[in-house]
């Protein structure tokens, strides 16, 4: 089955750091663009970051920006946010998936229109 697989999430305290880390065993992610999102409980999935494939151009979501950083791993097929300063705010599912339109960096920002082979999601919870 051609999906991604999260992990890395668990119970952080506010101020603290996380990764997470997003593979797959059927895909080889290095082709595509690829993007992070989260969803909170009662609220919309929301685009966090992208990055394109050749790891040239990274993007991100107002609410962490110059907090997480998204970065990718050739060679492990991996992919990864690091999660700095973290707030209860963070507090949600955190899923990868594979941008298939090229929507990473265009006027489509971080919508997750056009992404595709979701995981399961990681559970990130921060506590005051």
């Known amino acids: 089955q051609d999906q991604v697989q999260e992990s890395g999430g668990g119970l952080v305290q506010a101020g603290g750091s996380r990764r997470l880390s997003c593979t797959a065993s059927r895909l080889n992610l290095n082709e595509y663009n690829m993007g992070w999102f989260r969803q909170a409980p009662g609220k919309e999935r929301e685009g966090v970051s992208c990055i394109t494939w050749s790891r040239e151009s990274t993007y991100y979501g107002d609410s962490v920006k110059g907090r997480f950083t998204i970065s990718r791993d050739h060679a492990k097929n991996t992919l990864y946010l690091q999660m700095d300063n973290m707030q209860p705010e963070d507090t949600a599912m955190y899923y990868c998936?594979?941008?298939?339109?090229?929507?990473?960096?265009?006027?489509?920002?971080?919508?997750?229109?056009?992404?595709?082979?979701w995981g399961q999601g990681t559970q990130v919870t921060v506590s005051p």
């Open positions: 998936a594979v941008d298939l339109t090229n929507a990473c960096g265009t006027w489509l920002g971080l919508s997750d229109k056009g992404y595709a082979y």
